[in-house]
């Protein structure tokens, strides 16, 4: 019953997250709130767009 | 790997009497025959109960767990499935009552997290699943995958990235910033001749103007203008007229912004107007959009076969799905076209909604500008202000419902009356400098003074809705990207998941069809959202399944698929159900499907159901050396689904019967016949030769006369053994009453004859270890055969 290793769900977007963190072309700040709400498991679109506002209130 | 050590059911769908099926301490692979309705199927509900707390095909039809319950129990009666696993901590036993509460016990510790994991594996393949996966759309296809193989994850991440990017793109603050910025950037290149973006920019412009002043510094900051001004309004002869002529063509530059903006606004309601209109007027049409997600849903159920055949889903009315089904598509088609339109419409209405937005922000300097000018335009300023407001919200609330925008006595007539109000008082603002009579020397300095202080405010609007515009479009820009970057990474993912299903799928597929002309079976990603299976057909590769395939063959693809996934997906149960997979099946496949169960899952636990006889007696012929099990289930009206019993798991059912006061005169005939068959084998009775099922149908008078004449010729000891005569006579033996009226057989006879039923089985039976002594169990040297043990002989001729 020997089974190919496979990724599962979670563990493609935590390695995606990591990935992006050397992406130039992303702002940190916005990687970050996406991968500090992913990985409490409370990404959802409320969450982010209240913490992106956050972080708009904090640049302007 | 977690298998099944046994099930036991009572009173749950088809089984109305306690049903044990035990699997022994091996938990072999069983394979179960039962004809149509004879309740093998309700075998697959009680573990897909147990472990998934519902049965999908019942509640998709939202038959719940009132249908669980037999319909012969009592209200004091419960419904129970127990299962019980090769770990003895797994056990757990669940108990619907008749107020449909359910109980669970178990060890609650170790069985959650199984149970949690068991949810996501692949346990059960049934004959009306079988095809769905294969016959479902690209984009179905696709979320299913991504379900089975728990990419569900990664659908909700895309998912979420993909609404807050638009929800950022969409947001009223980031459209009114964007505006606002666009509109001073326009005024700054008005003020300034250039096109001014940054503060070094404002200075050195600042710096040309008061240059021919001599101030003796240059403007480098926020402070320094603040200096100019200082030292500019220091020069006046007439301080008071000077600051008065400032003060009046401040207020008149803001009430201006407020004019340009309202006209700027009434031009955007002009357009919106006239494109809503044309909603307005079309308004059927567009209203039908609601009923988009509705048809398409219809549509669906339609294609995915989820309806009763030959009626409509809705109402029930007999009619052509086909027809119908084509006319949801005609009309969805056209509702496309209908929705492109509106997508126009709503584009102004965005637009309008903005220039409002910028026209409220254009109203708040007004405020402290003409607070000494004219203070009683203060309470008409909030007026408009509010009414600015109230018809933001109304536009919405009218468009997503397309409903008319009221024009008066609204908005418009009260920008219209705020508008002359304004021209008003700036024509007043102009009248009362020009009398102010200021020498031209004092006439330049306010200019001046004006417009550094203009350009100064202008600059600083245009730089914070710079700001929070740019940080809106930071993020969109980020989202972007990693929505795109995760779109790519997903599908490769995705890919990678299906390459390795795909890999089982084609080796299945090919084992269950192999030199046909049809191979290298695989899953691939089709477009931006869909999953199909590709396929070789006669060396051309091509799909979709339906494309070229038999019913037998996209039923062998669904097999393939779903086996391929159990390997792959299964981590801690290592046992799966097929119910009556195999219907479309020739001979030659299901052999071919035999073959493949027992090469590729001969470590898996199979519980195998089937209604067709002949496959039952392969798989019995060549699955049983490979240590399966074999069963039957079969139903009747009084006892409903029963396992083809031992005598003495009938003797139980007679016991809970009796102490129930339900009738048992046929399971006394029943238990007669068996006892009597499991006596002509052990002691291998001679009889004449029949075929099959007819040598299965013997009754208990031909059976019992061909063993009294075998123990008449055999052993001495028991000839005419008075037992055989008093059954001979029983009314259970010789009369069909007790098959057509139980209810005529008394108390007292069924009582006789389980006492001699008993009387029989004793003569032959070891107390010791419960086994009928055998003629193939011959004691050597003697002419006696024994039991198992040996402890019980009879003497026999041998």
Not at chain 2, 206 to 234: H, K, P, W
Not at chain 2, 473 to 491: G, K
Not at chain 2, 511 to 532: A, F, K, T, W
Not at chain 2, 600 to 607: A, M, R, Y
Request: proline residues 3%; charged residues 25%; contains cysteine.
């Amino acid at each position: 019953m020997s089974t190919p290793a496979i990724k599962s769900g979670l563990e493609v977007v935590r390695e995606f997250l990591e990935s992006l963190q050397t992406n130039a072309a992303i702002a940190p700040d916005v990687v970050a709130s996406v991968q500090g709400l992913q990985q409490q498991g409370k990404l959802t679109k409320a969450r982010l767009l209240q913490a992106l506002a956050e972080q708009r209130k904090d640049a302007c | 790997m977690v298998r099944l050590r046994s099930l036991d059911i009572a009173g749950f769908r088809g089984f109305r009497f306690p049903m044990r099926m035990d699997l022994n301490a091996q938990c072999r692979s069983l394979a179960v025959f039962g004809e149509n309705a004879s309740g093998k199927s309700s075998i697959t509900d009680a573990v897909e109960w147990t472990i998934f707390d519902r049965v999908a095909h019942l509640w998709r039809e939202d038959c719940k767990e009132s249908a669980l319950r037999n319909v012969g129990l009592q209200d004091s009666d419960d419904a129970i499935v127990g299962i019980a696993f090769n770990d003895k901590d797994l056990a757990i036993s669940k108990t619907l009552k008749a107020d449909l509460s359910v109980k669970t016990a178990s060890k609650l510790t170790v069985t959650k997290p199984y149970i949690e994991q068991a949810r996501s594996e692949r346990l059960i393949l049934r004959a009306a699943d079988m095809t769905a996966f294969v016959n479902k759309t690209k984009t179905d296809k696709r979320q299913e995958v991504a379900s089975i193989v728990g990419y569900d994850d990664v659908l909700a991440f895309r998912n979420t990235i993909q609404s807050t990017l638009n929800a950022l793109r969409r947001d009223d603050a980031y459209a009114t910033a964007k505006s606002i910025a666009d509109t001073r950037l326009g005024r700054l290149l008005v003020l300034s001749g250039i096109s001014l973006t940054t503060s070094e920019e404002l200075y050195q412009v600042l710096n040309e103007l008061v240059t021919s002043y001599g101030l003796g510094f240059s403007i480098t900051d926020r402070g320094g203008c603040d200096t100019a001004i200082t030292q500019l309004t220091a020069r006046f002869h007439h301080q008071e007229r000077a600051q008065r002529k400032l003060l009046l063509d401040h207020a008149r530059g803001a009430a201006e912004d407020v004019v340009a903006a309202t006209i700027k606004a009434k031009a955007a309601q002009q357009a919106f107007s006239s494109a809503y209109q044309g909603t307005l007027e079309n308004k059927e049409q567009v209203q039908k959009l609601t009923l988009e997600d509705f048809l398409t849903k219809g549509k669906f159920i339609l294609d995915e076969h989820k309806c009763e055949p030959g009626r409509c889903p809705l109402c029930g009315t007999p009619l052509d799905q086909n027809v119908l089904s084509h006319e949801l598509h005609a009309r969805l088609e056209e509702y496309e076209a209908v929705r492109k339109e509106f997508e126009a419409v709503r584009s102004f209405e965005v637009s309008y909604i903005n220039t409002l937005n910028a026209l409220a922000t254009a109203c708040a300097p007004l405020e402290r500008s003409w607070a000494e000018v004219a203070p009683e335009l203060n309470s008409d300023l909030k007026v408009f202000t509010a009414t600015i407001n109230e018809h933001i919200h109304t536009v919405r609330a009218k468009f997503e419902r397309f409903e008319s925008v009221p024009s008066a006595p609204g908005f418009t007539v009260v920008a219209d009356e705020f508008q002359a109000r304004l021209k008003g008082y700036v024509l007043k603002a102009r009248d009362e400098a020009a009398a102010l009579e200021l020498s031209e020397a004092e006439e330049q300095i306010v200019d001046l003074i004006t417009r550094i202080t203009d350009l100064r405010s202008t600059f600083e609007e245009f730089h914070s809705n710079s700001l929070v515009k740019q940080a809106y479009e930071a993020q969109i820009t980020s989202l972007q990207a990693i929505f795109t970057d995760f779109v790519a990474v997903q599908n490769a993912a995705l890919q990678n998941v299906l390459d390795v299903v795909s890999c089982n799928v084609g080796k299945y597929y090919g084992i269950l069809h192999p030199e046909e002309s049809v191979d290298n079976v695989r899953l691939r990603i089709v477009g931006e959202e869909g999953i199909e299976f590709e396929y070789s057909f006669h060396g051309e590769r091509t799909y979709p399944p339906m494309k070229y395939l038999s019913e037998s063959h996209l039923n062998s693809l669904g097999i393939a698929l779903f086996l391929a996934s159990v390997k792959l997906f299964n981590k801690r149960s290592g046992f799966f159900l097929l119910d009556d997979v195999i219907t479309s099946f020739d001979m030659g496949h299901r052999r071919r499907l035999i073959r493949l169960l027992a090469d590729e899952f001969g470590d898996w636990q199979v519980i195998l159901l089937t209604h067709e006889s002949f496959w039952f007696d392969l798989i019995k012929r060549e699955l049983g050396p490979c240590g399966w099990l074999a069963a039957e289930v079969y139903s009747d009206p009084e006892n409903g689904s029963q396992l083809k019993a031992s005598p003495m798991d009938l003797w139980e059912l007679i016991k809970t019967k009796r102490k129930s006061h339900l009738p048992v005169a046929n399971d006394v005939r029943t238990l007669i016949e068996r006892v009597l068959k499991q006596l002509c084998e052990r002691l291998e009775v001679k009889m004449a030769f029949r075929y099959n099922e007819l040598n299965e149908q013997r009754m208990s008078q031909e059976l019992l006369c061909a063993l009294r004449s075998t123990l008449n010729s055999k052993c001495a000891a028991l000839r005419d053994n008075p037992v055989l005569c008093r059954l001979e006579s029983s009314v259970f033996v010789t009369n069909v009453g007790s098959h057509d009226r139980p209810d005529m057989i008394a108390d007292a006879d069924i009582d006789v004859a389980l006492g001699d039923v008993e009387e029989l089985q004793r003569l032959f039976g070891c107390p010791n270890c419960s086994v009928i002594v055998s003629a193939r169990q011959i004691v050597p040297g003697e002419n006696k055969i024994a039991c198992r043990c040996g402890k019980t002989t009879l003497p026999w001729k041998c």
